[in-house]
């Protein structure tokens, strides 16, 4: 998991908007599989490991159902630790017939894919091995490539599904945005990632440290597509942990100077990217 660790910026939390809180605490907990760690009357925060947020649900005054063809979330990633894992998940999916939007092989990974009841997308998926994973003028090979069910199930030796493990983590995330070029340069030249592939003209795909990638992008929303309204259903923010204060620094100084908005809140960054993706940097404990 050194991918999600100093010395790479990486997506530790996500943050995010439901209509209905109670029907989100139930989801969460019992079909995805979190603790709750805390809550409000309109606010939660889940779990895997017993201490550290992975998820934050809110339910906003007047909130209104996710806006289509805006900008803002297209799913977020729960990353399992093993194979296995993922086949516990995924047959706990089947036997309680949850609906599932689909599941593929990308070669450097094995998703499956669904959205809460809210249309907040989600992906569940498990690295392969990276020794496995093929890399070209420096961009990796990814594909979207049928998923072996049976295999996956398989991998999960028909024992009993207790929830996350305590070693999951946020993955990455995926943004719907307005402008693809953009986007790419707030993200390289202001945040340090690099582009590690790019899928046609409407995607590509960010990382640092040679991961496949923790953030992804299109425009497969329409180019130009707006912000959503501040009380719909969707992305509220994510958290990047950066590896130390002097990139916090050095991050601030070249977001500035592509002209994005940088304000300090409680020791943290807050900034958001062109297409109103709000973002939280902080510094790895």
Do not use: C
């Amino acid at each position: 998991m050194t991918f999600h660790s100093k010395p790479a910026t990486f997506v530790s939390q996500v943050n995010i908007k439901v209509e209905n809180i109670e029907r989100s605490i139930a989801f969460y907990e019992q079909v995805i599989g979190f603790q709750v760690l805390g809550r409000t009357d309109r606010t939660a925060s889940f779990t895997a490991d017993g201490q550290t947020v992975l998820l934050f649900i809110e339910q906003p005054d007047n909130v209104i159902p996710k806006r289509g063809r805006t900008t803002g979330l297209y799913h977020f990633a729960i990353l399992l630790p093993a194979r296995a894992d993922l086949g516990r998940v995924l047959n706990h999916l089947l036997r309680i017939g949850y609906p599932l939007q689909g599941g593929a092989d990308h070669w450097v990974s094995e998703a499956v894919y669904l959205a809460d009841p809210d249309g907040n997308g989600i992906e569940l998926y498990v690295d392969r091995p990276f020794s496995t994973w093929r890399w070209e003028k420096g961009e990796v090979a990814m594909s979207t490539e049928p998923l072996d069910v049976e295999s996956l199930i398989a991998a999960g030796k028909g024992e009993a599904w207790h929830g996350l493990p305590k070693e999951t983590l946020i993955g990455h995330i995926h943004l719907h945005v307005s402008e693809l070029k953009r986007a790419e340069q707030f993200y390289t030249e202001g945040l340090g990632f690099d582009v590690v592939n790019r899928y046609g003209h409407q995607a590509l795909f960010l990382s640092t440290g040679k991961y496949h990638h923790h953030i992804g992008l299109n425009t497969w929303n329409g180019v130009g597509a707006p912000m959503p309204p501040a009380n719909s259903v969707g992305l509220d923010s994510f958290t990047m942990m950066l590896p130390d204060e002097e990139t916090k620094e050095k991050v601030a100084v070249q977001l500035m100077k592509i002209g994005a908005s940088v304000a300090e809140e409680n020791g943290s960054l807050v900034t958001a990217d062109p297409s109103g993706n709000r973002i939280v940097l902080r510094v790895s404990p």
